[in-house]
C-alpha cells in the first residue's frame, strides 16, 4: 500500500539542521503515525512521503518555505511582563504556548529589561532548512474515526 490521502503513514525519523545536530527523532520510541492530506505534517515533507511504500529508506532536505516558514521580524514583540502570570518563571530562553484569534503558538522569551520583555512569536524553525532520515514502517487506512477527527488515535501497531 502506497502513501496517499486519507491513508496512516507510519515513518521513523531523525531530523537534523544545517549543521548536523540531530534536532528531533523518533528512534529509541515509537514510529511517528499522521494521516496523509490532513495537514499533520509540514508541506515539505508531506510532499516527499507522498506515494512512498513501507521499507522506503531516504534522505530529504526541506527549504523552510516548506517547513516552518521564514522568519518574520514583525513576530517579534514586547510586551509587558505584567502580561505574565508567573513572572518569576520569565527568563530568556523559556518557551510558552500563545494563544490569539489565529489560534496557539509556540513562543520564545528573548529579553527581558525591567518590566518589558521581548517575546518571539515565530516558530522555534523558522527560517531553518531541515534535513531528515526517514524511513516508512507501514502504510494503513484511516478509520472513519480517525478520519472524521483529523488525527490517528491508535500507535504503529495497533490495527
Same mark, same amino acid.
Given at each position: 500500500?502506497?502513501?496517499i490521502?486519507?491513508?496512516?503513514g507510519?515513518?521513523?525519523?531523525?531530523? %537534523? @539542521?544545517?549543521?548536523?545536530?540531530?534536532?528531533?527523532?523518533? $528512534? +529509541?520510541? =515509537? &514510529?511517528?503515525?499522521?494521516?496523509?492530506?490532513? %495537514? @499533520?505534517?509540514?508541506?515539505?515533507?508531506?510532499?516527499v512521503? $507522498? +506515494?512512498? =511504500? &513501507?521499507?522506503?529508506?531516504?534522505?530529504?532536505?526541506?527549504?523552510?518555505?516548506?517547513?516552518?516558514?521564514?522568519?518574520? $521580524?514583525?513576530?517579534?514583540?514586547?510586551v509587558p511582563l505584567?502580561?505574565?502570570?508567573?513572572?518569576?518563571?520569565?527568563?530568556?530562553?523559556?518557551?510558552?504556548?500563545?494563544?490569539?484569534?489565529?489560534?496557539?503558538?509556540?513562543?520564545t522569551?528573548?529579553?527581558?529589561?525591567?518590566?518589558?520583555?521581548?517575546?518571539?512569536?515565530?516558530?522555534?524553525?523558522?527560517?531553518?532548512?531541515?534535513?531528515?532520515?526517514?524511513?516508512?514502517?507501514?502504510?494503513?487506512?484511516?478509520?472513519?474515526?480517525?478520519?472524521s477527527?483529523?488525527?490517528?488515535?491508535?500507535?504503529?501497531?495497533?490495527?
Amino acid at each position: 500500500m502506497k502513501i496517499i490521502a486519507k491513508k496512516v503513514g507510519i515513518i521513523n525519523y531523525t531530523l %537534523k @539542521n544545517g549543521n548536523g545536530d540531530t534536532l528531533d527523532t523518533s $528512534e +529509541g520510541g =515509537e &514510529p511517528l503515525s499522521y494521516i496523509h492530506g490532513m %495537514k @499533520n505534517l509540514i508541506p515539505g515533507m508531506e510532499k516527499v512521503l $507522498e +506515494g512512498r =511504500e &513501507p521499507g522506503e529508506k531516504f534522505n530529504t532536505v526541506i527549504p523552510s518555505e516548506e517547513a516552518y516558514g521564514n522568519r518574520k $521580524e514583525d513576530f517579534v514583540n514586547q510586551v509587558p511582563l505584567s502580561n505574565f502570570p508567573e513572572k518569576d518563571s520569565v527568563k530568556a530562553g523559556v518557551q510558552f504556548e500563545a494563544k490569539s484569534e489565529q489560534g496557539s503558538r509556540i513562543a520564545t522569551v528573548v529579553d527581558i529589561q525591567g518590566e518589558t520583555v521581548t517575546v518571539d512569536f515565530n516558530h522555534p524553525l523558522a527560517g531553518e532548512t531541515l534535513h531528515f532520515e526517514v524511513e516508512v514502517v507501514d502504510v494503513r487506512d484511516a478509520t472513519s474515526d480517525e478520519l472524521s477527527h483529523g488525527h490517528v488515535h491508535t500507535g504503529c501497531c495497533d490495527h
